[in-house]
């Protein structure tokens, strides 16, 4: 499987945890998945919702616990790359606003 990616940009208070819906549904064929984060040798589960009337998915349950361990600050960026689609592991590249 390709590896595929795509990034969440931290805004003021609230974390824009979306992506398009297009990436969603090449990958995935239900409305809601069970992934892993991984980062540094962590995991934390984790769900992916995905809305096409609206053409995005989120990332939902999980995200919180993800982004507080993390410490993700304002004006972070978060990549994350699919790189098991069948027991779904999204790896984590955090890159620090402040460098």
Same mark, same amino acid.
């Given at each position: 499987?390709?590896?595929?990616?795509?990034?969440?940009?931290?805004?003021? %208070? +609230?974390?824009?945890?979306?992506?398009?819906? #297009?990436?969603?549904?090449?990958?995935?064929?239900?409305?809601?998945?069970?992934? !892993?984060?991984?980062?540094?040798?962590?995991?934390?589960?984790?769900?992916?919702?995905?809305?096409?009337?609206?053409?995005?998915? %989120? +990332?939902?349950?999980?995200?919180?616990?993800? #982004?507080?361990?993390?410490?993700?600050?304002?004006?972070?960026?978060?990549?994350? !790359?699919?790189?098991?689609?069948?027991?779904?592991?999204?790896?984590?590249?955090?890159?620090?606003?402040?460098?």
């Amino acid at each position: 499987m390709q590896a595929s990616m795509w990034y969440c940009y931290i805004m003021l %208070y +609230i974390i824009m945890q979306n992506f398009k819906a #297009s990436f969603y549904t090449k990958y995935f064929e239900n409305k809601e998945q069970n992934v !892993e984060i991984q980062y540094k040798g962590k995991l934390w589960p984790a769900k992916l919702l995905c809305y096409p009337v609206a053409a995005a998915a %989120y +990332i939902s349950n999980g995200w919180r616990p993800f #982004s507080l361990e993390n410490d993700l600050k304002v004006g972070d960026v978060c990549v994350f !790359e699919l790189i098991n689609g069948e027991n779904p592991v999204l790896d984590a590249h955090i890159y620090r606003a402040n460098g």
